[in-house]
Structures are given as C-alpha cells and as structure tokens.
C-alpha cells in the first residue's frame, strides 16, 4: 500500500491540524515529502496507528522526518484514474 497516501491532516480540528503532502517542501535546501507510509506491524503488534512522512534529501537518500503516532488523522489517498 505504499505510495497510495498522498496526504495526512493531524489533528482533532482539521481547520487548525498540521498538513503534511507529498511534494511538499520541508526541512533544509531542496528536501521535499516523498511519502506518507501506514504502519501495518505497528498496528498489528500495539493496537495504535501510526504514520511515517519521509523527505528526500538533496544527497537523494530518504530519510523519516515525522512519526505519527495514535493521533486523530484525515488521510487523502491518491487516486490515479
């Protein structure tokens, strides 16, 4: 299921929650969101989701910026028609 979350809303009231979208920049230079991944395991073990929102660095390589864990989420997914 990787790739198919194009965008996580964090937060109890979407209005004032922080958005986070692939292609979106972020963190230093030309670092941008590459993807949003559920973690299933963590589900499966803990009983609590959690989500991961990697950058891609200027170096290319990709490295986790946020963890979201057991937090009211809004998730768009991608949808290529």
């Keep these: 299921m990787e790739g198919l979350i194009r965008k996580i ?3 109890r ?3 004032n929650a922080m958005v986070y979208f692939v292609g979106m920049k972020a963190g230093r230079g030309d670092s941008h ?3 949003i991944v ?3 395991e ?3 073990v803990h009983g609590k989701e959690r989500y991961y929102v990697y950058l ?3 170096d290319m390589s990709q490295v986790v910026w946020k963890t979201v ?3 009211p989420c809004i998730i768009e ?3 290529n028609f």
């Design 9 to 11: 809303t964090v937060g």
């Design 13 to 15: 009231d979407p209005k």
């Design 33 to 35: 969101v590459t993807a």
């Design 38 to 40: 559920f973690d299933l």
């Design 42 to 44: 963590w589900l499966h």
């Design 56 to 58: 891609q660095q200027e």
């Design 69 to 71: 864990v057991d937090m």
């Design 77 to 79: 997914y991608d949808l």
